[in-house]
């Protein structure tokens, strides 16, 4: 979970403090956009975001996915019940994934929160809480279809360097696990000008790598007759002049097109990476599961990535313990995971979501045999990644520096950054040698492997900076986030009113898959 938190400014002498807000974030990067819009939104109504203690208005974003996710939300929730009950003003919003599958219920079970609506409804956010305020009783908003299109609506982006450009909404897929498509409605295309419009803007401001998103990004341009539009929107992208990074996620194996392919490799901005979701490596569970395609379909379109991009990373979705998932179904699943060789992987044990078609399905399998596999394909995993990881070592990449830091950053004095691949990279600054804004560009050696990550401790002569308009941008944010003027170019180093990023997530290795 992300919450937006930046620092409150004070109300000039005389006037009233600003109406503060928080925004908590739970699930997938479809959601973390969400809550960009939704901390817009509540922007250019005029709240400010809060630093620390409670704010005057606190929004769940939330994710439906995971089978405890209801869980989740209303343990938080019951957290905020005596607080409500203290201070009336308190406003709590829930929308997203679970408020449009549970709608009205989340009023009847936690009846202290305000507003409830659901993802075809993100903008009514501001008017929903002027509502409830004005009524005093609970507002409920639910759509059953798109409004507005997210991409009209105001943003608070929290990265200066990253950002997430959204090309489609919904889903024309009916995979029996996944509850997404009831939710989010059926795929709806932005057109071509308008996300390159977006993307144009977000450049002029300092961003320097976008990630195009989708919940099935291969198959944009459906909706307004042209199959090939993702390939050339990709090369459209190269065009742009400043963007230095463009990645996109996620694809479906099934609608995976070779000139898709041919435009990762022939436009220098498209990263070498690929998030393709596998979900099993049996084609039986395959077909079980609606995914129209077979492990021999995944694995030729593995082969031709590498062969055109042989650099590529490619990470993956699996589900363990799909209902009637037999041991050589699972032994299907090792095998194709064997010869995929996959940089990471997000795993996750099969979870039954009221409403889908696989929690209807007979032999449901009993929680200690989908542990026990989880575990095996874990371990395998775990030595897959460790070894892509050390075959890194010796490679000289060029790191996007970013905000994040690691456990052992204090002590270790390294900075965090991403390579091509997105692989994760701890390096450290020789002494004597100029420290890098989040932002900016570090050309280092890697010089050791971990399991999750790498880590490059170069020489002074092996390390180059290139310092960016996203540096330059971060150091504009921490003036304005602080009241302290900054010359542009001028590096902080105190790192004061650094913000919580909303931008791009580091996502774990084992978090929740997506379709």
């Given at each position: 979970?992300?919450s ?10 005389g ?11 739970f699930?997938?990067q479809?959601?973390?956009?969400d809550s ?11 709240l ?5 203690g ?7 974003n ?6 405890n ?16 009950e ?8 829930v ?7 549970d709608?009205a219920?989340i ?8 507003v ?25 908003e ?5 409004d507005?299109?997210?991409?009209t609506?105001?943003?608070k982006?929290?990265?200066t ?8 909404v ?11 498509p ?6 709806r ?11 144009e ?8 790598e ?18 090939l ?6 090369r ?7 963007l ?17 392919i ?20 049996s ?28 650099e ?5 979705d ?35 979501r ?5 929690a ?14 989880y575990e ?9 990644s460790?070894?892509e990881?050390?075959a ?5 990449v ?27 990279v ?21 010089t ?6 790498l ?5 002074p002569?092996d ?9 330059d ?27 919580v990023?909303l931008g ?9 898959a997506s379709?």
């Amino acid at each position: 979970m992300t919450s937006s938190v930046t620092e409150t400014p004070a109300a000039p002498a005389g006037q009233a403090r600003p109406r503060t807000y928080d925004v908590r974030t739970f699930g997938c990067q479809m959601n973390v956009h969400d809550s960009e819009r939704m901390s817009g939104l509540l922007e250019e109504a005029g709240l400010v975001p809060v630093k620390e203690g409670l704010a005057d208005v606190v929004v769940f974003n939330t994710c439906a996915v995971r089978e405890n996710a209801d869980n989740k939300l209303y343990g938080h929730l019951g957290l905020l019940a005596p607080e409500k009950e203290r201070r009336p003003d308190l406003q709590i919003a829930v929308g997203g994934c679970l408020a449009q599958k549970d709608q009205a219920a989340i009023a009847e079970r936690a009846p202290w929160v305000d507003v409830v609506f659901g993802t075809h409804n993100v903008g009514s956010l501001p008017v929903l809480l002027e509502r409830a305020r004005h009524n005093r009783r609970a507002q409920v908003e639910i759509l059953e279809s798109l409004d507005v299109f997210p991409s009209t609506l105001p943003t608070k982006r929290e990265s200066t360097h990253s950002g997430w450009v959204s090309i489609s909404v919904g889903c024309n897929n009916t995979c029996t696990f996944c509850i997404v498509p009831s939710l989010r409605g059926k795929e709806r295309d932005r057109r071509p000008g308008e996300i390159l419009a977006e993307i144009e803007a977000l450049v002029a401001e300092g961003v320097v790598e976008v990630t195009l998103l989708g919940q099935n990004v291969n198959s944009y341009g459906v909706e307004f007759g042209d199959r090939l539009a993702f390939g050339r929107l990709l090369r459209a992208c190269g065009e742009i002049p400043g963007l230095e990074r463009v990645r996109f996620t996620s694809p479906h194996p099934a609608a995976f097109t070779d000139d898709v392919i041919a435009a990762m490799a022939e436009t220098p901005n498209v990263m070498p990476q690929l998030h393709m979701p596998l979900q099993s490596g049996s084609d039986r569970v395959l077909k079980a599961m609606r995914r129209s395609y077979r492990s021999a379909r995944f694995l030729g379109i593995l082969e031709r990535v590498r062969e055109r991009i042989p650099e590529a990373a490619i990470t993956t979705d699996i589900i363990v313990g799909f209902p009637g998932e037999t041991e050589e179904d699972f032994e299907e699943t090792l095998r194709v995971v064997e010869a995929s060789r996959f940089s990471s992987a997000f795993t996750f044990q099969y979870s039954k979501r009221p409403g889908t078609p696989a929690a209807e399905l007979p032999d449901q399998l009993p929680k200690a045999v989908v542990q026990e596999r989880y575990e095996r394909l874990v371990a395998l995993q775990d030595r897959i990644s460790r070894e892509e990881n050390e075959a890194q070592v010796g490679r000289t990449v060029e790191l996007l520096i970013t905000a994040d830091t690691g456990r052992k950053s204090a002590e270790t004095g390294r900075l965090a950054g991403r390579a091509p691949d997105q692989r994760l990279v701890h390096v450290r600054v020789p002494e004597g040698c100029e420290a890098p804004r989040p932002g900016d560009m570090v050309t280092a050696p890697i010089t050791e492997a971990a399991g999750f990550h790498l880590l490059s401790d170069p020489r002074p002569e092996d390390y180059r900076l290139r310092r960016t308009r996203a540096g330059d941008a971060w150091d504009r944010a921490q003036a304005e986030s602080c009241g302290v003027p900054v010359t542009p170019g001028t590096p902080r180093q105190d790192g004061a009113g650094r913000a919580v990023s909303l931008g791009m997530p580091a996502l774990p290795p084992r978090g929740s898959a997506s379709a």
